[in-house]
Each structure stands twice: as structure tokens, then as C-alpha cells.
């Protein structure tokens, strides 16, 4: 498999240095805490071109995070998660010896709302002395990476995304039903277009994903190994090693990621915002 790197281009304000040849740049230069029109242009050219941005040292509060943010656009509360009560949009993500938690498998966040995310900005404040690594993957060339076949079954064809899986699974059939009626399961395309970019990539994942619509029960489990295996490729990835005060910036319409459940008892806490999206198309 031959796949050609991404190009960087030279930037005014910004260092930038890709991560690997297909997905992620680590971005110098820049103090998060001080932007303006010019700063925030650049990081989106960069951000769209590398789709997830890794920054060090960067010492944000939780309202200069929230700011950050916002820079890109309005900001989400997440539906079922942990909120921090001044800033409801930070959305808490932290593991300990006496609750371990790791969001192990592949995924984009919230594909099971009528407009999923645009994207998310992830901060790390409590860092594990090893372990607890992200890595991404680029679902714009695990679609072109696709046998033409594959994407012929799967050109126009729609898929089932729901809370279900994921959040229901602790809930009561009441609550569950009561969700629901807030948050119904969402039809979305199978191979998703880019908004700003136009390029195609597979809008499929096991967290949320149910069924691919008009297939058979078995058709459709087998369609979807298939196409969640393909942000398994390390071809098509990269893996960030955090550090305090490290932020992760990714474009959720085009990746997929994957948090390392290798730190065990240690304590992680991560911080994030997400940046509302619109319907995919």
C-alpha cells in the first residue's frame, strides 16, 4: 500500500510539523491564550490540511479553553456526560484506581445526533506517568483505501447511528425510552462529504453505529467489520503521547480515535470542548 504524504504548506504565525505522512501536526510557535483573526485563520488551514493539531505547553484555563473554543465556533454541552458546573460546555473525561475509564474503541463523538460535532479541542491536566496515549486515524484514506467493490455497496447507502450502545446501556428501559424521544436514532450517509474540503470519507463506527439502512441483519454485520476495520490500519493513523498541559485538536467529520486503556490505576483527567457541526451530507 503506497499512500502519498500530506503536503505542509509554510505558514506566517505557526510552526508546523506533522505528526506522520497521512494525519496530525504538532503546532509551535503559537500561545493559545492570545488570538486573533489572523492566528485563528492559519490554525484552521492547518487544522483542515493535518485534520488533528497537538500543541505542548500550552497553560489554559478552564475559561481561556472555553474561549479557545469558541474561536471556532459555538460550543456544545454534551447530552450524557460530566459537565464542570462553571463551564457546563467542558466536558470531563477522568479515569482512577477506583474508576477506570477509557474510551477504547474506535470512534467519532456523537454521530447519533441529527448534527454530530464538528470537532473537538482536548486538554490534558492530569497526565498518567505512562500510558494513556490517543491515536487518530484519517477516514479519508480508509475510504479511498476501499477495494472499488466495497465502495460500490456502499456508494448512497445510509446508516443507523444511536445513543444506545454507548450510554444506554446503564439506563432503564424507561430512561432509555425517555432519551430516545429527546435524541432519536439519526440516518446519516455511509461515506460522508467534507464540508469545507469536499473530500469523501467513511462516516461509520462501532460505538454508534447500529445497522446499515435497507440491509439484512447479516448483510449489514458483515458490511460493517469491514468498514470499522479500516481505521485499524496503521497506514492511516497516528498515536500522541500527552503531557500536562498538551491540547488535541480534531476534526470529528473526518477521523476517528481511540484512547489506550495502558495506565491502569493511575489517575488521567482530560478536559474537552466541542464545537457544534451541521447535518452530514
Known amino acids: 500500500m503506497r499512500i502519498n504524504a500530506v503536503q505542509s504548506k509554510d505558514y506566517d504565525r505557526i510552526r508546523v510539523e506533522p505528526l506522520t505522512g497521512t494525519i496530525g501536526a504538532e503546532i509551535s510557535g503559537v500561545d493559545l491564550r492570545e488570538l486573533d483573526d489572523e492566528l485563528i485563520s492559519e490554525l484552521h488551514d492547518a487544522w483542515m490540511a493535518h485534520k488533528v493539531l497537538f500543541f505542548r505547553d500550552q497553560e489554559l484555563t478552564q475559561a ?3 474561549a479557545y473554543g469558541r474561536a471556532f465556533g459555538e460550543l456544545e454541552v454534551h447530552p450524557f456526560a460530566r459537565n464542570v458546573p462553571e463551564h457546563p460546555e467542558i466536558l470531563v473525561l477522568e479515569s482512577t484506581a477506583d474508576s477506570f475509564q477509557a474510551a477504547e474503541t474506535w470512534h467519532s463523538d456523537v454521530t447519533f445526533r441529527e448534527c454530530p460535532p464538528l470537532g473537538s479541542i482536548l486538554m490534558g491536566r ?9 491515536c487518530w486515524a484519517n477516514m479519508e484514506l480508509a475510504y479511498e483505501q476501499l477495494p472499488d467493490d466495497v465502495k460500490s455497496q456502499i456508494e448512497g447507502r445510509y446508516a443507523i447511528h444511536s445513543f444506545v450502545k454507548a450510554f444506554g446501556r446503564g439506563m432503564s428501559e424507561n430512561e432509555r425510552e425517555e432519551a430516545r424521544q429527546k435524541y432519536p436514532d439519526q440516518k446519516h450517509p455511509v461515506v460522508r462529504t467534507h464540508p469545507v474540503t469536499g473530500a469523501k470519507s467513511l462516516y461509520v463506527n462501532r460505538t454508534f453505529t447500529l445497522t446499515i439502512d435497507g440491509m439484512t441483519p447479516d448483510e449489514s454485520r458483515a458490511l460493517r467489520r469491514r468498514l ?6 496503521p497506514e492511516f493513523q497516528c498515536r500522541f503521547r500527552w503531557r500536562p498541559s498538551s491540547i488535541a485538536q480534531w476534526d470529528n467529520r473526518c477521523t476517528q480515535h481511540y484512547a489506550v486503556p495502558d495506565h491502569g490505576g493511575l489517575h488521567r483527567r482530560m478536559e474537552r470542548v466541542t ?7
Open 126 to 134: 492530569v497526565i498518567p506517568a505512562y500510558g494513556g496515549d490517543t
Open 64 to 66: 481561556q479553553h472555553v
Open 275 to 281: 464545537l457544534l457541526g451541521d447535518r452530514p451530507t
Open 228 to 233: 470499522y476495520a479500516q481505521a485499524s490500519e
